[in-house]
């Protein structure tokens, strides 16, 4: 298996060094991407992406917490990703990996830093929050696990719904309200391999890169950088970089937006 690794690497690189990818994408193209929100009847809200062969599935679930000492007056929120087994062959059970607790971060970080859930409008009443957790799931692994998480994680919050509380207990109905947003966020992760950057990285191609880098912004202002491996990037190319997150994200925030359950 490590041959035929080699032999295949060897063959991506050559490709990307002639300015050719192996599924015919240009370097800015992201492969077919399939949004499907609600999936999961019994979470607060849910969502299915399918991002080429890669596959991840979020799930939103709220209960009632204790706010941080030094925010009282709002919500929590966590974000947790798990790789599971049946994703990839170099998956394991047991306890958060490095990649799965990077994952989780970066996508957690890019939320945070939008402002995209309304964390005062959690508060219940002296010493009792709503919990907003979300939960990532790696169903297949096929390359760039970050911006599908973090577009499923967006499509999930962005149609929860909110519990209620009343006398002391969680109240889940028909009628239950939906999670106030304040923001949408989406990222964009961009792979170096050689001298070439190319968009949404299949699996092939991240084996061979030297360098990744994440970048997630809402429709006005950078929210959150990542970088991840040895491998570096210039300052123009990472202002090229940005200029074209802010392109694509608008394209990422209308499919989102215009998602459907089945």
């Given at each position: 298996?490590?041959?035929i690794?080699?032999?295949?690497?060897a063959?991506?690189?050559?490709?990307?060094?002639?300015?050719?990818?192996?599924?015919?994408?240009?370097?800015?193209?992201?492969?077919?991407?399939?949004?499907?929100p609600?999936?999961?009847?019994?979470?607060?809200?849910?969502a299915?992406?399918?991002?080429?062969?890669?596959?991840?599935?979020?799930?939103?679930?709220?209960?009632?917490?204790t706010?941080?000492?030094?925010?009282?007056?709002?919500?929590?929120?966590?974000?947790?990703?798990?790789?599971?087994?049946?994703?990839s062959?170099?998956?394991?059970?047991?306890?958060?990996?490095?990649d799965?607790?990077?994952?989780?971060?970066?996508?957690?970080?890019?939320?945070?830093?939008?402002?995209?859930?309304?964390?005062?409008?959690?508060?219940?009443?002296?010493?009792?929050?709503?919990?907003?957790?979300?939960?990532?799931?790696?169903?297949?692994?096929?390359?760039?696990?970050?911006?599908?998480?973090?577009?499923?994680?967006?499509?999930?919050?962005?149609?929860?719904?909110?519990?209620?509380?009343?006398?002391?207990?969680?109240?889940r109905?028909?009628?239950?309200?939906?999670?106030?947003?304040?923001?949408?966020?989406?990222?964009?992760?961009?792979?170096k391999?050689?001298?070439?950057?190319?968009l949404?990285?299949?699996?092939?191609e991240?084996?061979?890169?030297?360098?990744?880098?994440?970048?997630?912004?809402d429709?006005?202002?950078?929210?959150?950088?990542?970088?991840?491996m040895?491998?570096?990037?210039?300052?123009?190319?990472?202002?090229?970089?940005?200029?074209?997150?802010?392109?694509?994200?608008?394209?990422?925030?209308?499919?989102?937006?215009n998602?459907k359950?089945?």
């Amino acid at each position: 298996m490590q041959a035929i690794n080699s032999v295949k690497g060897a063959y991506v690189q050559e490709l990307l060094g002639k300015g050719i990818r192996e599924d015919h994408r240009g370097a800015w193209e992201y492969r077919n991407l399939v949004i499907k929100p609600g999936v999961l009847p019994n979470a607060e809200g849910s969502a299915q992406v399918d991002l080429g062969n890669t596959k991840v599935l979020a799930a939103i679930k709220m209960g009632v917490g204790t706010p941080m000492p030094d925010k009282p007056e709002e919500g929590n929120l966590m974000t947790m990703a798990e790789l599971l087994p049946l994703a990839s062959a170099d998956y394991e059970t047991g306890p958060p990996s490095p990649d799965s607790i990077e994952l989780a971060r970066v996508v957690d970080r890019g939320i945070r830093a939008a402002n995209v859930v309304d964390l005062p409008s959690l508060f219940i009443e002296k010493d009792k929050v709503w919990s907003v957790f979300i939960d990532l799931y790696v169903l297949n692994y096929d390359g760039n696990l970050f911006d599908a998480c973090q577009i499923a994680a967006m499509t999930a919050l962005n149609t929860a719904k909110m519990p209620k509380y009343e006398d002391g207990k969680v109240i889940r109905d028909a009628n239950m309200p939906k999670l106030k947003i304040n923001n949408m966020v989406t990222s964009c992760t961009f792979a170096k391999v050689g001298d070439r950057i190319i968009l949404d990285a299949n699996s092939g191609e991240e084996a061979v890169m030297s360098g990744r880098l994440t970048i997630a912004t809402d429709d006005k202002v950078l929210r959150a950088m990542q970088k991840g491996m040895r491998g570096a990037f210039s300052q123009d190319e990472i202002e090229h970089l940005i200029e074209t997150t802010f392109e694509k994200s608008k394209e990422l925030r209308a499919l989102i937006v215009n998602s459907k359950s089945d």
